[in-house]
């Protein structure tokens, strides 16, 4: 009896040690998800925000032509009609890795990440001064990342 006692004591500790190492291994592996998604998080934004300034440099640069700019971000321009006003548009969309997605929903292909902006209407703007100004979004499946207000000379 003293033998099997012994063996039976033996057991329940290798039990123990085995559930106090799984406790420590999902703890582990918990941590390393949450660290994933933050760092894809993190470089989602970080180009974002490249992304942004980039939109930003050339709404100022053309001197917030839609066309100019559409052009060269590789969008494209749309007019909407909105609360008796009619807004210009200017929409870029973006593949999973930041490349133009100039055919988006063709050929199953969807935009990831969506650069757009709007223009206020020249009762919105300042027209005295020449300016043209709007806001510059970028949404990711529908959730906003980065706005920016936007003001040029024209």
């Known amino acids: 009896m003293a033998h099997r006692s012994k063996s039976t004591l033996f057991l329940i500790e290798q039990l123990i040690v085995v559930a106090v190492f799984a406790l420590c291994a999902v703890a582990c592996v918990s941590i390393m998800v949450a660290a994933y998604l933050n760092a894809n998080d993190s470089h989602s934004l970080s180009h974002a925000l ?8 050339v709404f100022k640069a053309t001197g917030g032509d839609a066309y100019a700019i559409a052009d060269m971000l590789g969008g494209d321009v749309d007019f909407v ?7 210009t548009v200017v929409t870029v ?3 999973s890795q930041w490349q133009v997605n100039e055919s988006p929903g063709k050929n199953g292909t969807d935009s990831s990440y969506v650069l757009t902006i709007i223009f206020d209407t020249p009762e919105q703007t300042a027209s005295e001064f020449n300016l043209v100004t709007g806001q510059l979004y970028i949404t990711k499946d529908g959730g906003e990342l980065v706005r920016i207000p936007l003001a040029a000379r024209s």
């Open 50 to 57: 490249l992304k942004a300034e980039s939109g930003a440099e």
């Open 81 to 87: 009609w909105d609360s008796g006003s009619d807004y």
């Open 93 to 95: 969309h973006y593949d």
